[in-house]
């Protein structure tokens, strides 16, 4: 099993859209790592006491951005953890930044057409919530975030099963913590 340490980084950080399964993958690796999982989505909600979908529709997306930064940037700081990151955290530059610099990034890579039957009947993503044409959404969204998903230490499709993507990453994980003792 592969140790931070090993690889120099603080934690592993898991990327990709809403959907793409971040929470859930983020989850099972904490489990086999035996590491703290932090989804920056629930910490928002812990730390405002509102929903998502509350913070967007109150307070706005701007003010949203501005607590995911800071929330985000407190939890890239941590050791020994896995961080699940709100599919838009990555346009923050600060984000990206702290992620660079303390994190062994995964993209979570899905088809548009699988995310968005993933989505369909989800009421707690607010960008698709005033849409009508998730599809759509979906792919602009993508082509903005596109150039930043893929700086990823590692990409990995998540569009069949969740084992496989973790047998994937495990073995990317452990592959790579071998290379970095091997350096040293």
Same mark, same amino acid.
Do not use: H, W
């Given at each position: 099993?592969?140790?931070?340490?090993?690889?120099?980084?603080?934690?592993?950080? @898991?990327? $990709?859209?809403?959907?793409? $399964?971040?929470?859930?993958? $983020?989850?099972?690796?904490?489990?086999?790592?035996?590491?703290?999982?932090?989804?920056?989505?629930?910490?928002?909600? !812990?730390?405002?006491?509102?929903?998502?979908?509350?913070?967007?529709?109150?307070?706005?997306?701007?003010?949203?951005?501005?607590?995911?930064? *800071?929330?985000?940037?407190?939890?890239?700081?941590? #050791?020994?953890?896995?961080?699940?990151?709100?599919?838009?955290?990555? /346009?923050?530059?600060?984000?990206? *930044?702290? /992620?660079?610099?303390?994190?062994?990034? @995964?993209?979570?890579?899905?088809? /548009? $057409? #699988? !995310?968005?039957?993933?989505?369909?009947?989800?009421?707690?993503?607010?960008?698709?919530?005033?849409?009508?044409?998730?599809?759509?959404?979906?792919?602009?969204?993508?082509?903005?975030?596109?150039?930043?998903?893929?700086?990823?230490?590692?990409?990995?499709?998540?569009?069949?099963?969740?084992?496989?993507?973790?047998?994937? @990453?495990?073995?990317?994980?452990?592959?790579?913590?071998?290379? #970095?003792?091997?350096?040293?």
């Amino acid at each position: 099993m592969f140790k931070l340490i090993e690889i120099n980084k603080k934690n592993v950080c @898991i990327i $990709g859209l809403m959907g793409s $399964g971040k929470s859930i993958i $983020g989850k099972d690796l904490s489990k086999y790592s035996n590491l703290k999982f932090y989804d920056t989505d629930k910490e928002i909600e !812990l730390k405002t006491k509102k929903s998502i979908n509350e913070i967007f529709e109150k307070d706005g997306e701007s003010y949203f951005r501005k607590i995911e930064e *800071k929330i985000c940037l407190e939890l890239l700081k941590k #050791n020994n953890c896995i961080i699940s990151l709100g599919g838009g955290s990555i /346009i923050n530059k600060k984000i990206r *930044k702290a /992620i660079n610099e303390n994190s062994y990034s @995964i993209y979570l890579k899905v088809k /548009i $057409g #699988n !995310l968005e039957n993933r989505l369909k009947s989800s009421k707690k993503r607010p960008l698709l919530n005033k849409n009508s044409n998730n599809k759509k959404t979906l792919e602009d969204l993508y082509n903005d975030r596109r150039k930043f998903y893929e700086k990823a230490d590692f990409i990995v499709n998540n569009d069949n099963d969740k084992f496989q993507v973790l047998e994937k @990453i495990k073995l990317k994980l452990n592959s790579y913590a071998k290379e #970095n003792k091997n350096k040293k």
